[in-house]
């Protein structure tokens, strides 16, 4: 019975998680268009609450890189661990999201997971070839995100050199609609799959499951809960995202949209968690960059970045501290 309870429990934990994910990272998605004002506010929410939903269908492999990849053995990871680790990643999801800062989910909910385990069965059970590449995905992204996004912005501007930059306004300004809905899409295709991964590690530590192979239930859930939340909004961060990185134009705005999504349906194809937040700021900086380096806040740049290298060591130690309090009740 108490194993009921706690599995329930982590469902619980994992949707709310979702659910702030949605609401914490809708900038991502929209903040671009919001701020050329390509679209209203209440209309882009939506859109991307509808994309963010189908995109999180489409498929399941970040899912089991995060449920199958972080620890060696499922059967040595107690329910309550992933408890721990889930609460301790919302935590730093709220508090980032309450100070305008645009931080990493997956961070947080890895950073998590390593906390709540080392201090409860020891270092030795986690998979360091499986985070090495987790790890590695979510530093190498954001960079990739800046470089590409450079060259895709020199590349639209040669292209465009002759034209009548009040015509391209009007023009980039309708073709933003597009690229931030593929940005939406490509949102729920990876970022919804990390409660996906969770909830399946606890069921199959659980017992309730023999593989790792997300439930149809799981998905929907999960799914759901961050549409619902993208559907609240996140106006906190959409104002860091959109007006503080770079001051952007239509042009720009398609530029940085059409960038992320590429970077992030890439990661997905290749089962790999990456963080919306990382891949869009660098998307921007990339191509603020293409205009004139000095045009980019890098001010606010190394804030984000600051919150972006503490968050794993911060959840895991939020999380190892949660786990301790569980144990001793």
Known sequence: MPENWLIWSIVFLAVLFDYINGFHDTANAIATSVSTRAIAP??????????????????????????????????????????????????WNVATWYFCIPSSSSHALIGGVIGAVCISVGPAALDSHGI???????????????LI????????????????????????????????????????????QKAMGIITLALLSGGYIQAMEVPIWVKMLCATSMALGTSVGGWRIISTMGTKIFKLESIN?????????????????????????HVVSGSIMGVGSAKRVRAVHWGVARS????WVITIPITAIVSAGIYTLISHL
């Open 42 to 91: 209440r209309n882009a929410i939506i859109m991307a609450a509808v994309l963010n939903f189908l995109g999180a269908m489409v498929s399941t492999g970040v899912a089991k890189t995060i449920g199958g990849d972080l620890v060696l053995n499922p059967g040595q990871i107690s329910l309550e661990v992933i408890v721990a680790a889930l609460i301790g990643a919302i935590i």
């Open 132 to 146: 090495g590449k987790i790890i590695l995905s979510l530093i190498l992204s954001p960079g990739i995100a800046l």
């Open 149 to 192: 996004g450079y060259l895709v912005m020199i590349a639209i501007l040669w292209i465009v050199r002759k034209r009548s930059p009040l015509l391209l306004n009007q023009k980039f300004r309708k073709m933003q609609l597009a690229s931030a809905g593929l940005m939406a899409f490509s949102h729920g295709s990876n970022d919804a």
């Open 253 to 277: 705005g398609f530029a940085a949209d059409l960038n992320s999504a590429i970077v992030i349906f890439s990661a997905t194809f290749l089962h790999l968690p990456v963080s919306t937040t």
């Open 304 to 307: 984000m970045l600051i919150a």
